[in-house]
DNA sequence: CTTGAAAAATTTAAGAA
DNA sequence: TTCTTAAATTTTTCAAG
């Protein structure tokens, strides 16, 4: 567990949400100068707490597509299978996050295709990648209501 | 919707998984002068393409917290009561990310709080926001297996 | 829509507190 | 850890193709 002190915290605020501001402004934020701003944001970067830097691209604007998200339970719980699974997940493009839970599933995945078409044939090549029983259940995204835009850290590492 | 030609996309595609990249770099490993380079990028960020840019942060690194997935499904199904749900979410900070679906839930939600306690708490204020009858259902995230880097925007928008 | 050059701004390393 | 300073680099504008 890396310690962060106050001003780290602030940093991380504001780059979850604004991650291609200048470091200059950056030390504004902070209240801090830019050489020792800079110094913090690399530290970071090597303890590993800031791991990547991405864009958000609005996507029904430059093509059509489908988002899905998808339940899937393993008849089979053994080690094995759910590394299999896991492995196949990863080398499919269109699966685009991948959780393990508890409950009545075992995965839920996020899946984003061009069409239905192209679902169907990732949907196809989940089930049938194995001779192991899956059960997929498919929710079509209608909506997206609410967009990460950065955890309040403030709230999750205080006490 | 906006056309894009190949260059735009490789800008897209790069700055996806690397948004704090330097204009500079971009230039090269898209074939052109900085200045073009920057104008394309200013161009995609006015047309809303490039809406926003995060850092992701290794969150169990600085903090102890749970992430839940929950399946919602509301009884009434009038617009008036999707509305009011989407509000509260809205202005719940531990929900993330919610999500519209069809199929036997209407909603999916990720949330993240610092503790089971906490996650109570939002449950509670989730189902008994309204008088209406809403069935939630939690599935606590073991692992995540993969995250999200970036579309492949070459499949999505070909053809 | 591009390039290339010049000006403005930022990043980054070094030295001192 | 911080800051200041100064050199290196990058961003940004603009004239011209």
Redesign the interface.
């Known amino acids: 567990?890396?310690s962060?002190d106050k001003t780290d915290l602030k940093i991380?605020q504001v780059?979850?949400?604004?991650?291609?501001i200048t470091n200059q402004d950056l030390s504004e934020r902070v209240n801090l100068s830019a050489s020792s701003c800079l110094q913090r944001v690399r530290r970071l970067e090597q303890?590993?707490?800031?791991?990547?830097?991405?864009?958000?691209?609005?996507?029904p604007?430059?093509?059509r597509?489908i988002?899905c998200?998808a339940t899937v339970s393993l008849k089979n719980h053994s080690q094995q299978d759910f590394r299999e699974f896991?492995q196949l997940?990863?080398s499919t493009?269109e699966?685009?996050?991948?959780?393990?839970?508890?409950?009545?599933?075992d995965?839920?995945l996020?899946i984003?295709c061009?069409d239905m078409n192209q679902y169907l044939k990732v949907n196809d090549a989940l089930v049938s990648s194995a001779n192991r029983s899956i059960t997929i259940?498919?929710?079509?995204?209608?909506?997206?209501?609410?967009?990460?835009?950065?955890?309040?850290?403030g709230?999750?590492?205080?006490?």
Not at 47 to 59: D, K, P, Q
């Open positions: 567990m890396v962060l991380l780059l979850q949400a604004e991650a291609r303890a590993g707490v800031l791991m990547s830097y991405h864009s958000r691209i609005n996507l604007l430059i093509c597509h988002v998200i896991e997940v990863k493009p699966v685009v996050e991948c959780y393990t839970v508890s409950g009545e599933f995965f839920f996020k984003i061009p259940n498919t929710h079509v995204v209608m909506n997206q209501n609410k967009y990460f835009e950065g955890l309040d850290l709230k999750l590492t205080s006490e």
